[in-house]
């Protein structure tokens, strides 16, 4: 019996191992990639890419995870030589930091509201938000469009912005975790006489720091990864964030996209590795849709 | 004792008054920019866009459900989630499974899971690339000749490699849920079979899965729901007009958003809001039901 549990502990520790390499595998290769130059990269991968230029292509394409010398030319080339994809990484921040920063801020409000004062109407109204947190983009995008098109901000970052902003998520989630803040907490602080706002900003948000890390962290990944919302409302290629621009690239700057997918994944995953247990907490609570 | 009255609705109003305040910027936008909208987008599917703005009532409808483009982007996007979601859900429980069992380096296991979610999908196309292309590194270490190799992305296969790609991307989220899941399961029941010599898949099936079943579910739907967006995924590896079955409904629209047809547009959005409602519904449904067996 006891051999046998070790045996299948064994079974599932290898597993977990392969998974792992299979997980890791596409980050990593992205990663050491982006520190190849750009005749190893032509002769490595000129086979699928076909890039233009002369050289030696290779008749096999060679995936290689440590180059051959590593060097740092097509970070150079990418970030000082052409200022192309600074801007789009700075269009990137400039849409997603107002959306993270904003949208905490005013679920952090609807979620007290949610959590003081239940009724018909309330929970009627936070299941309402639920639904439209779940609806896909092919849903939300038509609304969105249209109203961009009457307030005049269709084609400006404010088409995106507006509409993340006061997207429902954060209030879904931050409302499951303030639900979970002992009663008797708000009721002793009531007593003492603290208004609404002094409870909310001396004991529900305090409570919550954690909670609103995860959530940020949340919102953060999912724009960050943006690509449908861009691609309806920002026509202007120049205003585009370098989540849609990175698949533009074309064929004979392989080496240069690799780096700049490496330098679009370093500020997600540096959250991720600070982060990871109030991601870890953020994912679990919502377990259910149910408030 | 019409003095307490009046007080007593004199609380209530103010109660009302203040959850108002705290939730109206939140309500505020929301009603500008999705229900307002929404509104105008199913008064746009019931007119005739193109003159007199008269009602067609269910015409656009029809004429939607008459659309090839439309029906091959349902079609393949249903294709899509029935492959994608069943994989998702017991792969992500058996990972699940394994990170509770006393094995070592858990926690690294569960960050390295983890860690696709972070990753933007635009960062690792390129890789993804160099994998499935027609030259590329899997058809290399299948060993398959120049003539017999399989062009993954620009087939019938390349289906399969975007439900891989969604794999990859959303496994380790929903482990998440399966371990928070697992870990709200009574100790003492899983104690009691222990001491009376109950087997590891007795355990499993006759207890743990029936305590997962609302997570099974509620994983079930978010992975049907992210199924929905994979349209990201495809447009990154293929672009706007893919090949083969990554039309996806998103691609419907996008490329609708380019003719400014309105109407179609509206009607497709209609469609849809409508079949996630029914999916919701479901879902709560289903939550109540297997939520009311667990605790009884």
């Known amino acids: 019996m006891k051999k046998k549990r070790l045996f299948s502990r064994g079974v599932m520790f290898l597993l977990c191992l392969v998974f792992s390499v299979l997980f890791l595998l596409p980050t990593v290769l992205t990663i050491t990639n982006s520190f190849m130059s750009e005749s190893e990269i032509r002769a490595n991968y000129g086979m699928i890419f076909s890039a233009s230029g002369g050289g030696f292509v290779s008749e096999h394409v060679n995936l290689k995870f440590i180059p051959d010398r590593v060097t740092l030319s097509q970070y150079v080339s990418g970030l000082i030589k052409s200022p192309n994809y600074l801007v789009k990484y700075w269009n990137s921040i400039l849409l997603v930091l107002p959306i993270v920063i904003f949208q905490v801020a005013i679920a952090s409000v609807a979620a007290y509201s949610f959590t003081r004062w239940r009724g018909k109407v309330r929970d009627g109204i936070f299941f309402f938000y ?3 947190m779940l609806m896909p983009y092919q849903v939300t995008l038509v609304p969105n469009f249209l109203v961009s098109q009457w307030l005049g901000i269709i084609n400006t970052p404010w088409s995106i912005i ?15 975790f303030m639900r979970r803040i002992p009663y008797s907490l708000i009721e002793a602080a009531k007593v003492d006489g603290a208004d609404e706002w002094q409870i909310f900003t001396k004991i529900c948000l305090p ?3 954690a909670a609103l890390y995860s959530i940020a962290i949340l ?9 449908e919302q861009p691609l309806i409302l920002l026509k202007d290629a120049d205003s585009q964030p370098l989540s849609v621009f990175l698949s533009n690239i074309n064929s004979g700057e392989i080496g240069l996209a690799f780096a700049m997918a490496t330098v679009y994944m370093i500020p997600s995953l540096l959250l991720f590795l600070h982060g990871e247990e109030y991601l870890v907490e953020g994912i679990a609570t919502q377990g259910s849709v149910k408030g | 004792m ?5 007080e007593q609705r004199h609380n209530k109003l103010r109660d009302f008054a203040a959850s108002l305040c705290f939730l109206s910027p939140s309500l505020l936008g929301v009603g500008v920019f999705f229900i307002l909208p929404f509104g105008v987008v199913i008064y746009y599917s019931l007119i005739d866009g193109v003159g007199t703005r008269s009602f067609v009532f269910f015409e656009n409808f029809r004429k939607l459900l008459g659309n090839s483009a439309f029906l091959l982007a349902g079609r393949n996007t249903l294709l899509f989630s029935a492959v994608a979601v069943p994989l998702a859900v017991v792969l992500s429980l058996g990972l699940a499974v394994m990170l509770e069992a006393r094995i070592p380096g ?33 058809n290399e270490w299948l060993g398959l000749a120049a003539g017999a190799r399989i062009d993954w992305l620009q087939s019938d296969w390349n289906i399969y490699v975007v439900v891989l790609l969604f794999l990859w991307k959303n496994l380790g989220y929903f482990m998440i849920l399966f371990m928070a899941g697992l870990s709200n399961i009574p100790k003492e029941l899983l104690e009691v079979a222990d001491v009376e010599g109950a087997s590891e898949s007795y355990k499993f099936f006759a207890i743990k899965l029936r305590y997962l079943s609302p997570t099974v579910l509620f994983v079930t739907i978010l992975s049907l729901i992210n199924s929905f967006k994979v349209f990201r995924e495809v447009y990154l590896l293929t672009g706007d007009y893919p ?13 609708t958003f380019r003719s400014f047809d309105y ?9 849809m809001a409508a079949v996630m409602v029914v999916l919701i519904a479901l879902l709560f449904k289903i939550e109540d039901w297997f939520g009311k067996d667990v605790e009884g």
Request: net charge positive; with cysteine.
């Open chain 1, 207 to 209: 409570e919550c720091r």
């Open chain 1, 162 to 176: 507006l509409p993340g902003v006061f997207a429902p998520f954060s209030v879904f989630l931050l409302t499951k």
């Open chain 2, 243 to 255: 090949l083969g079955r990554l039309y996806m409904l998103q691609h419907f629209m996008n490329n």
């Open chain 2, 2 to 6: 019409n003095e307490r009255r009046a």
């Open chain 1, 219 to 227: 919102v953060f990944i999912d724009y960050w990864n943006m690509v």
């Open chain 1, 130 to 132: 639920v639904i439209l």
């Open chain 2, 106 to 138: 858990k926690s690294g296991f569960r960050t390295f899971f983890l860690s696709p979610m972070m990753v933007p999908v635009a960062s690792v196309v390129l890789i993804w690339q160099v994998l499935f292309s027609y030259n590329g590194s899997v």
């Open chain 2, 263 to 271: 109407q179609k547009l509206s009607a497709a959005a209609v469609i």
